[in-house]
């Protein structure tokens, strides 16, 4: 009983142990590269899927493989932000600098992901509905998580004292995180009361297993770039905000060593 | 309960009190609304049938850039000469003092606005029967938007360019609001009724009562740091 808690206590001093910025940092440099070499390999395979070994729909024609990108960056742009208000959330309640730096690195991927799927569904509404923009409510909760996005990096950028600019980002995320589904369900809402479903995104019923696997492979890649780049970044956060210590003098020497 | 009433009331009457010996202030905000309202007709044409069908959706817009434009006064005053240090520092509860400031806010910018909606709906030929719900749902809607606005106004508190960066903070949150707002008086002039929209108004309005104190209390904090 006692060794167990022993264990246990250890255990989580472990886990607590990759919450210094000194600790994380090697560790994130290391992890990076393997996560970026994973997405471009998996970008390869899912696009080779998606142009060449997918069937033509045969409604849209070759206008829907678009969907390789579209929905794989939609998932991410709504994802990104979850975590990022948990990483928030956690910072807040631990008081642990990691966690708004990785935020903070998160936001910036999120608000790419939330574009391209913007901007990929644009030019995929243009030949299927005929116009690049309608306020259905997909689109328009994606637009509105953009701007909460482009809120969040404007904020934690405009404040220069990090300490605060970390717990005010970490609380216009939460905040943000709360009205995500307020916002999703009213935009829903009035969309139905005002237009009726004149325009529905629902696709085919039964989605061919080679489109759904070039999906999801992207839909992969689209998570180790997200790692990738989120490492990469936190990594240049990490020496920013460290840049007085002993450590990151050692390692910055080190590292001009190596070159 | 009057240990809680006391400093409450203190904190609501002092900020009317400040708001009543600076009258012009708070008039440019009425003004602004007033201006906004007017200035749709000449962008859209004077057509009566076009005027009627946008005119819920141009109060509450107008509405709500009006708050928007009055909210870095919130805790502006109060953070340059070193009364909100002095209130953080009192053992009174954040959030208590906080919702008295927003309640003092509200009556001073959004109740205007809120009497003077039916007049200004008029200048677009909304039907009679419809005045009372666009009342009640500024009435409602508003308290919202300041609630909201005050989490955004403690966390650009002293920012260089905070104004523009206030706006883009809040304006996404603002989104569902103007949707029940507009909507209520769309819904009752198309005939389904507008209690659904004024409920979930009531709703958020009760939420965001709950809420947004501690989230605001927990940005001034940081702010004042």
Known sequence: ?259 | MNSLLGPFLAVLRRDLMLAWRGRADVLVTLAFFVVVVCLFPFGVGPETNQLRAIAPGVLWVAALLSTLLSLHRLFAQDHIDGTLEQLLLSPEPTPLWVTAKVMAHWIVTGLPLVIAAPGLALLFDVEQGALGVLTLSLALGTPILALLGAVGAALTLGLRGGGVLLALLVLPLFVPVLIFGAGAVDAHLGGTGADAHLLLLAGGLLGALALTPFACAAALRIAVE
């Open chain 1, 1 to 259: 009983m006692t060794t167990d808690t022993l264990n246990r206590a250890e255990r989580s001093r472990s886990l607590f142990r990759f919450a210094a910025p000194q600790v994380f940092y090697p560790i994130a440099g290391r992890l990076a590269p393997w996560f970026a070499g994973i997405a471009a390999v998996l970008t390869v395979v899912g696009l080779y899927i998606g142009f060449f070994v997918a069937p033509t729909d045969f409604q849209q024609g070759e206008v829907y493989r678009v969907i390789f990108i579209h929905v794989p960056a939609a998932w991410m742009s709504m994802l990104i932000y979850l975590v990022m208000a948990f990483w928030a959330a956690v910072g807040l309640v631990m008081n642990t600098r990691l966690s708004f730096m990785m935020s903070q690195a998160l936001a910036p991927t999120g608000a790419m992901f939330c574009f391209v799927a913007l901007w990929t569904g644009a030019l995929w509404g243009k030949p299927t509905w005929g116009t690049y923009w309608v306020w259905d409510a997909r689109l328009t909760s994606q637009l509105l998580l953009l701007f909460l996005y482009l809120g969040f990096i404007a904020l934690t950028r405009a404040i220069e004292d990090s300490r605060r600019a970390d717990r005010a980002g970490a609380i216009i995320a939460l905040v943000g995180a709360i009205n995500v589904p307020i916002i999703y369900f009213s935009v829903q809402w009035w969309n139905t009361l005002h237009q009726g479903a004149s325009v529905s995104l629902t696709k085919a019923p039964s989605m061919a297993t080679t489109m759904l696997s070039g999906m999801l492979i992207m839909a992969l890649a689209a998570w180790a770039y997200t790692f990738a780049v989120a490492f990469w970044r936190v990594r240049s956060l990490i020496l920013e905000r460290e840049r007085h210590t002993d450590w990151v003098g050692a390692e910055l020497e080190a590292e001009a060593k190596r070159q």
